[in-house]
Nanobody
Framework: QVQLVESGGGLVQAGGSLRLVCAAS????????MGWFRQAPGKEREFVAG????????YYADSVKGRFTISRDNAKNTVYLQMNSLKPEDTAVYYC???????????????????WGQGTQVTVSS
């Protein structure tokens, strides 16, 4: 079992930045690919970014490419999402997720992830 707790959300003006943090506990010695997803009101949960266990592979949704950066510190069992140049359409609840999968693979389908955090709200005002 893996427990995930997100933090770092908040209210920010358009053009601003936030850094989300996902702290993992439990069976963190296993090799987990990590992902960030988001869900806006009335919309489906969507993939934002993912990172392989080693950190050597990353993948981004087109909507955030060039603005968001995912990273991880395995010594601290922590994954980060640095969000720059935020837009009102980035407003959503952001979720951290984990899956144990072959090295280098980064699923974009939320149903492939086994563990989820409770989410953190990000609100971007115009």
């Amino acid at each position: 079992q893996v427990q995930l707790v997100e933090s770092g959300g908040g209210l920010v003006q358009a053009g601003g930045s936030l850094r989300l943090v996902c702290a993992a506990s439990g069976r963190t010695s296993s090799s987990y690919t990590m992902g960030w997803f988001r869900q806006a009101p009335g919309k489906e949960r969507e993939f934002v970014a993912g990172i392989s266990w080693s950190g050597g592979s990353t993948y981004y949704a087109d909507s955030v490419k060039g603005r968001f950066t995912i990273s991880r510190d395995n010594a601290k069992n922590t994954v980060y999402l640095q969000m720059n140049s935020l837009k009102p359409e980035d407003t959503a609840v952001y979720y951290c997720a984990a899956v144990r999968i072959a090295p280098g693979l980064i699923p974009r389908n939320l149903y492939e992830y086994d563990y989820w955090g409770q989410g953190t709200q990000v609100t971007v005002s115009s």
